[in-house]
């Protein structure tokens, strides 16, 4: 359960890293509105209210769906148990240095803020929802930590801690702009400035180098199981 936890922490700081750059801005402003504290804090609800129930969801359902494929498929997948979730890791692996591809082929987005815009809370909680929502299809590290915690053979109860528990690290990066805006005010003006320059002139390559990367150990990881030289020890009996 250890080793999971510790290797889902980077994943989820990976994933992080592709919300960071379309909520700092939203986030920025509902900071700068009459109830910070409250807004932000809805700001940050809607994104677990759809993150982790998605997760679950995904995690049993494909728990169950592979404990199925395996009473009916071929005999090698029966000696193997863990083929199936391999099999998905490496799809996910191939899939993250395509997304990694075109992300650096992509062009670089800006936005502005806007301190004219009036917030309600309902804004606050729906606006991050429907950007997790709609983002889902492209939550391919959060793919990857499911994938890792079926191999790991967990109860239901296990898994559905693992899942909460890469959420909270999901979201860290935001709860903490969250704690220096709420902290500085108008002070943290500044900080969060630069931090959006960074973004716009960096954060694209970041997240390139982390796709890249995560890609390349899960497909090797998935490859090396195979031969007996798996890199993540999940699921290996170690």
């Known amino acids: 359960m250890t080793d999971l936890l510790l290797t889902i922490t980077p994943i989820a700081l990976l994933d992080s890293l592709s919300i960071i750059p379309v909520c700092i801005v939203p986030l920025i402003v509902l900071l700068s509105s009459k109830r910070p504290i409250y807004y932000t804090f809805l700001f940050l609800l809607g994104i677990l209210v759809v ?3 998605f997760g679950i969801l995904l995690t049993l359902g494909l728990d169950s769906t592979f404990d199925a494929l395996s009473e009916t498929v071929s005999d090698w997948i029966k000696q193997k148990p863990d083929c199936i979730d391999l099999l998905v890791q490496l799809v996910i692996g191939i899939a993250m ?20 815009i009036k917030v309600t809370p309902m804004m606050a909680f729906s606006f991050s929802a429907l950007l997790m929502i709609t983002g889902l299809w492209g939550a391919l590290p959060y793919f990857a930590a499911v994938d890792l915690i079926l191999r790991a053979e967990l109860s239901n109860v296990r898994m559905i801690f693992s899942i909460i528990y890469y959420n909270l690290i999901f979201i860290t990066p935001l709860i903490i702009f969250y704690i220096i805006g709420n902290l500085l005010g108008a002070k943290a003006k500044p900080f969060f400035d630069k931090l959006i320059s960074w973004l716009l002139r960096f954060g694209k390559i970041s997240i390139t180098i982390a796709l890249y990367s995560l890609g390349a150990l899960l497909i090797a990881d998935a490859v ?10 999940i699921g290996t009996g170690t």
Request: aromatic share 18%.
């Open 97 to 116: 240095l395509a997304l990694g591809y075109h992300i650096a082929r992509s062009r670089a987005r800006k936005v502005a803020e806007d301190p004219n």
């Open 51 to 53: 993150y982790i129930p």
């Open 224 to 233: 090396g199981w195979y031969f007996d030289y798996p890199i993540i020890p």
